[in-house]
């Protein structure tokens, strides 16, 4: 491991040192031996570059398969084939115009063979916007030369959390029973304003240095391996940042999907599958840029296309990663996001993708993953989706008063929609996320209706994820405001007088909720049926809910009472505690009888352990 990250950084060094010089770019700047992509793309960027298309390279096991030159004279695209038995080297390119020649050491790395580990529903994720969680390095909080600097003070700016940080608090994360983390992204954002989230990519093979640097992520990889902790890469092939290095002189014309004046998206997501639907309403919402200062990505553009896919590639091998989360999933050309799935799936068997597909409804979500048999024919490769739907029903119905179609069983009704989805157990669900209020704020502090939706999301089907402070219930207005619901981790910044790690300063309310969370963290490491039971669920009576999760091994029962204090009549679950007549409640430990009945507290959310 330490000689693949020496390698890595030597390969981020031939990067560096031909910047200023005839190339200013090579991307990917390496690749690796043993890779079932072992035909790349190499973008090639300096002045006048593409005079210099007399490209060979010495060695006897690759080949120089196609020379493509862009609209602009800058850019060269070098398409070359690697034996599939080639040694680790660094490839001779020489480029020349016929009367000078430029030469370049294109590092191929010894390829890692530790197969992927990707993340699962027996883990749980832990989310980080790692500007607003620990700042480690307060060195870095400003850059020279770059467009934003930090202010603590301005909520839509940065803050000065970095990677150092979060490796900081690898051991509190692990330790609350965590076993996977997912970043917000981390590379670089040299926007002017709002360049905390991540979301405008100005360079996608670089960190942002405000946070550390490629090397650095690497080692955070590493560290949180060795404890156990599984990471997943926040990434984005939609857009990018206006301050992109190639914003000024792009490749191609169509390198951006352009209009004759700003277009914004129409966020229209029923529109894949709609059999009405007008053509430039199609291109409205896959062409159409999210903001102005988000450029939109052309991803029929072959080149640009081949980038991309390229990229998430670098990005998992370089990293060893266990996950990816794709940001704005249905937003891209649909054809492009099938085929990087296929890639994906096909480099790295093992790997979990989750795509966010917000939307309320499970025929819409449902539509992107993989093996569903979709009325237009459309297929992909894509294992996982966000469950929104399930994330909106669940908070109406722990909200709203019980009747006829209101309460739980709105709740009830969406799981029973689960026949949609090929596979719903791999779906990964959430109380909240960095886009969305604060789930204390959305059940109105209430605790134990906050419990109940903390539980659910920890029992249900599907790989959980909770958003960093929710477990010392971490607060922001009821509607969306980004700043307030991305705000700092307690603790994270050194003169923080409230510390959620070592608990400094948090209410008993506060420590009793960190106290829940990590108590249903580290039972669920152990209980097999949630990692891999079937679901049965009853219809809600009486302000009650109970589904149970169950294999060979293991029968697990969940109550969620949001009425008075009731006497569970237990007869109508004969078909699944009839074998049972004790059982543990996991939250107290008391071991109780089954019999007839079973007494359920007011406001309450119980389980079982079947025994």
Request: charged share 20%; proline share 5%; glycine share 6%.
């Amino acid at each position: 491991m330490l000689f693949r990250l020496f390698a890595c950084l030597l390969a981020m060094t031939y990067y560096s040192e031909i910047s200023g010089q005839s190339i200013s770019h090579i991307e990917p700047p390496n690749w690796w031996t043993g890779m079932q992509h072992h035909s790349i793309q190499i973008m090639i960027h300096g002045d006048a570059i593409a005079d210099y298309d007399q490209v060979s390279i010495n060695h006897p096991a690759v080949s120089v398969d196609q020379i493509v030159k862009a609209d602009s004279p800058n850019y060269l695209f070098i398409d070359i084939t690697l034996d599939k038995n080639i040694n680790a080297t660094n490839l001779p390119l020489s480029l020349s115009n016929g009367t000078n020649t430029i030469t370049h050491d294109y590092p191929i790395l010894d390829n890692d063979s530790t197969p992927i580990d990707g993340f699962t529903a027996s883990d749980a994720i832990y989310l980080i916007t790692p500007d607003r969680f620990a700042n480690g390095d307060p060195t870095n909080d400003n850059m020279e030369g770059m467009r934003e600097t930090a202010d603590r003070n301005n909520k839509g700016g940065r803050h000065g959390g970095d990677i150092a940080g979060i490796n900081n608090s690898l051991d509190y994360i692990a330790d609350m029973g965590f076993t996977a983390i997912w970043l917000n992204p981390l590379l670089e954002n040299d926007m002017k304003i709002y360049s905390y989230h991540g979301y405008s990519t100005t360079d996608f093979y670089k960190v942002d240095p405000r946070f550390g640097s490629n090397i650095e992520y690497r080692q955070l990889a590493d560290h949180a391996r060795k404890k156990g902790l599984k990471l997943i890469m926040d990434m984005i092939v939609n857009h990018c940042g206006s301050y992109h290095w190639w914003a000024d002189d792009l490749p191609f014309k169509d390198w951006y999907n352009q209009w004759p004046e700003y277009t914004e998206t129409n966020h229209q997501k029923t529109i894949m599958q709609d059999p009405y639907a007008s053509s430039y309403d199609k291109k409205r919402f896959t062409d159409g840029w999210f903001v102005p200062t988000m450029p939109d990505l052309n991803q029929r553009n072959p080149q640009m296309a081949r980038y991309l896919i390229q990229n998430s590639i670098w990005w998992v091998e370089y990293l060893a990663l266990s996950g990816i989360r794709m940001d704005t999933y249905p937003y891209p050309d649909e054809q492009f996001m099938a085929d990087w799935t296929k890639a994906m799936m096909k480099e790295y068997p093992t790997l979990n993708i989750v795509g966010e597909e917000w939307n309320e409804s499970p025929v819409i979500v449902s539509y992107w993953q993989a093996e569903k048999n979709n009325s237009n024919g459309y297929t992909s490769d894509l294992k996982s989706v966000m469950d929104f739907p399930v994330n909106m029903a669940m908070i109406k119905a722990l909200n709203d008063e019980e009747s006829w179609g209101t309460g739980l069983k709105v709740l009830y009704e969406m799981m029973a929609l689960d026949f949609l989805y090929p596979d719903p157990m791999n779906l990964v669900t959430f109380p909240d996320n960095h886009d969305m209020a604060r789930i204390w704020a959305l059940l109105n502090h209430d605790y134990d209706i906050w419990k109940m939706a903390i539980t659910h999301v920890m029992t249900n089907r599907g790989i959980p994820q909770l958003y960093y402070g929710t477990e010392v219930l971490a607060d922001s207005p009821a509607h969306r405001d980004d700043g307030a619901v991305r705000s700092d981790f307690p603790g994270g910044w050194q003169g923080d007088t409230i510390n959620a790690i070592s608990r400094s300063g948090l209410t008993p309310l506060q420590i009793d909720a960190q106290q829940y969370i990590k108590h249903l963290l580290h039972w669920r490491k152990t209980a097999s049926a949630i990692h891999n039971g079937k679901l049965m669920h009853y219809r809600p009576e009486h302000n009650c809910y109970v589904y149970f999760r169950y294999n060979e091994d293991q029968t697990i029962m969940i109550a969620i009472n949001k009425g008075e204090k009731r006497v569970l009549n237990l007869e109508r679950f004969n078909e699944m505690i009839e074998p049972f007549n004790m059982a543990k409640n996991v939250l107290s430990g008391a071991q109780v009888n089954l019999e007839s009945t079973l007494h359920l507290d007011a406001k309450s959310v119980s389980v079982f352990d079947l025994k």
